[in-house]
C-alpha cells in the first residue's frame, strides 16, 4: 500500500454551522488514518451541531473554538495554529462563511486563521440549492477567487439535501475531500502547462427564441477541466451554455453559438501545450437569423430552413499556424464507435481521439458516468464504466504518458 501524500502533513479542519458538519468527523477520521496531524476549529455555530469532544477524540487533540483564549500561547493561538497549518481546510463553508470570508472579516477564530495562515486553503460549500445558487454566493464566491486565486473550492455536489430539495449544495463526501486534499500535495505533472479545453453544447439562433443543440451537459468536459487543473495546468475552459459551476482554478469564457467557439478558441492559442475539445458542436446553422419571433399564423406553414455548415473546430486547430503540441478530439457516436475513432484520427489530423457511445443511457450524454476509447495511431484502450472524474483523471494519465508534450 502506498504512502499517501497527507502523511505528517499538517491539517487544520475548520468546522462551520451547517448540518453536514456530522460529515466531518468522518473526514477528520479519515486524515488521520492517512497519517496526518489534524488540528480542527469550530465556530461557534458548529458547536450546535456537533460537539467539540467528538473531534477532539477523533484527531486526538484539543479542539478550538474561541478567538480570546488566554491560554493558548498567552492569547495569541490564532498565530500559533495560523503558522502550524500546512493545509487550512473549512468543511462545511456555509453561504454565511463564505460571505464573511470575501468580506476580509475576522470575527470569529476561523475567519481569523484564514487571514493569518500562509497555508494552502481549501472549502467545501455546504447549503440549500438555492443558497448556492443565488447570485449572491456565486458573486461572492467568484469574488474570492479573483482575490485570491489560489483558493480551493471542492464542490458542492448534487444531490438531495436534509431540507429534501434536490440540486446543487451537497457537501462532497469525506473520502472525496481526502482525495482532493491528496491530489493538493501530490505531483503535478501539468505544471507550467497552459491547457485549452471546449466543453458543452453550442446553440444556433433561428430567431431570438428558438435555437438548435443537442443533449450535452458539459459534465464531461468539466470534469477534465477540473482533473487538469489538479495537475497543475493552467486552464481555460471554453463553454457552451450550461448549469455546472465553473471548476476551481480554471478560467472559464462562456460562448454560445459554434462561431464563437471558434473564435475563442483561436483567441487562446497563444502558448497552448494542449487543446481538448469535448464540446458538442453543432454540425450547422441556420444560413439566417429572424431578428423576430417567427410566428404561427398561416405566413411560415411553407417556410423552409436553410441551414450552412459550422466550421470543424478541432480540425482548425489542429492544423492552425500556432498548433498546440497537443490536439485531443471527442467522438460522440451511436455506432461503430472504434472504425469511427479511428477515422477521425486521421481526419482531423490530431493527436488522440477520445470516443463514447452516446446512444447508451448509462453513458450518454447527460449522464454522470462514461465509458470511453483512449484511441492513438499506436494503441487503443478502453477504460469504465466509471465516474466522469475517473474517466477525466484517466485521461490525464494517458495525457502525461506522451513525450511530445514535455519536449522543449
Not at 34 to 54: D, K, N
Not at 288 to 310: F, I, M, P, Q, Y
Not at 331 to 343: L, M
Request: hydrophobic share 45%.
Amino acid at each position: 500500500m502506498s504512502q499517501s501524500s497527507l502523511t505528517n502533513k499538517n491539517i487544520l479542519v475548520g468546522i462551520t454551522g451547517g448540518i453536514a458538519a456530522y460529515k466531518t468527523a468522518e473526514l477528520v477520521r479519515q486524515f488521520v488514518k492517512a497519517g496526518a496531524h489534524v488540528r480542527v476549529v469550530m465556530t461557534p455555530a458548529a458547536c450546535e451541531f456537533i460537539t467539540p469532544l467528538t473531534l477532539q477524540a477523533l484527531s486526538g487533540n484539543p479542539v478550538s473554538h474561541s478567538l480570546l483564549n488566554e491560554s493558548a500561547e498567552m492569547g495569541m493561538g490564532h498565530i500559533e495554529l495560523a503558522r502550524w497549518a500546512d493545509l487550512l481546510i473549512v468543511a462545511p463553508a456555509t453561504a454565511d462563511f463564505i460571505a464573511r470570508m470575501n468580506a476580509g472579516m475576522a470575527n470569529d477564530l476561523l475567519s481569523t486563521l484564514c487571514l493569518a495562515t500562509n497555508a494552502m486553503i481549501a472549502i467545501a460549500p455546504a447549503m440549500n440549492e438555492k443558497m448556492w445558487l443565488n447570485p449572491i454566493t456565486q458573486h461572492n464566491l467568484m469574488d474570492i477567487n479573483r482575490k485570491l486565486p489560489s483558493l480551493h473550492v471542492f464542490g458542492p455536489a448534487a444531490g438531495e439535501q436534509a431540507c429534501g430539495d434536490i440540486g446543487f449544495g451537497r457537501m462532497l463526501e469525506p473520502l472525496e475531500l481526502v482525495e482532493r486534499s491528496e491530489q493538493l500535495f501530490g505531483s503535478k505533472p501539468l505544471s507550467g502547462q497552459k491547457v485549452v479545453i471546449t466543453a458543452g453544447p453550442t446553440q444556433e439562433s433561428i430567431d431570438p427564441v428558438r435555437y438548435l443543440s443537442n443533449h450535452s451537459s458539459g459534465k464531461m468536459g468539466y470534469a477534465l477541466a477540473d482533473a487538469a487543473a489538479m495537475a497543475g495546468a493552467h486552464v481555460v475552459l471554453i463553454s457552451g451554455p450550461t448549469a455546472l459551476p465553473t471548476p476551481t482554478g480554471v478560467q472559464r469564457i462562456n460562448v454560445r453559438s459554434a462561431l464563437e467557439m471558434l473564435e475563442a478558441s483561436q483567441a487562446e492559442l497563444e502558448n497552448c501545450d494542449l487543446f481538448v475539445g469535448t464540446a458538442a458542436v453543432a454540425d450547422y446553422r441556420p444560413e439566417s437569423t429572424a431578428d423576430h419571433k417567427l410566428k404561427k399564423d398561416g405566413s411560415c406553414n411553407d417556410r423552409t430552413l436553410t441551414l450552412v455548415e459550422n466550421p470543424d473546430i478541432i480540425a482548425s486547430i489542429a492544423n492552425h499556424a500556432k498548433r498546440p503540441k497537443l490536439v485531443i478530439a471527442f467522438a460522440a457516436e451511436t455506432q461503430n464507435v472504434t472504425e469511427y475513432a479511428h477515422k477521425k484520427l486521421t481526419k482531423k489530423g490530431v493527436d488522440a481521439v477520445v470516443a463514447n457511445d452516446v446512444s447508451r443511457s448509462d453513458i450518454g450524454f447527460g449522464s454522470d458516468t462514461n465509458e470511453i476509447l483512449w484511441v492513438t495511431t499506436d494503441k487503443t484502450v478502453s477504460f469504465g464504466p466509471a465516474s466522469k472524474k475517473l474517466v477525466a483523471q484517466f485521461i490525464i494519465e494517458q495525457l502525461t504518458t506522451m513525450s511530445i508534450l514535455n519536449d522543449a
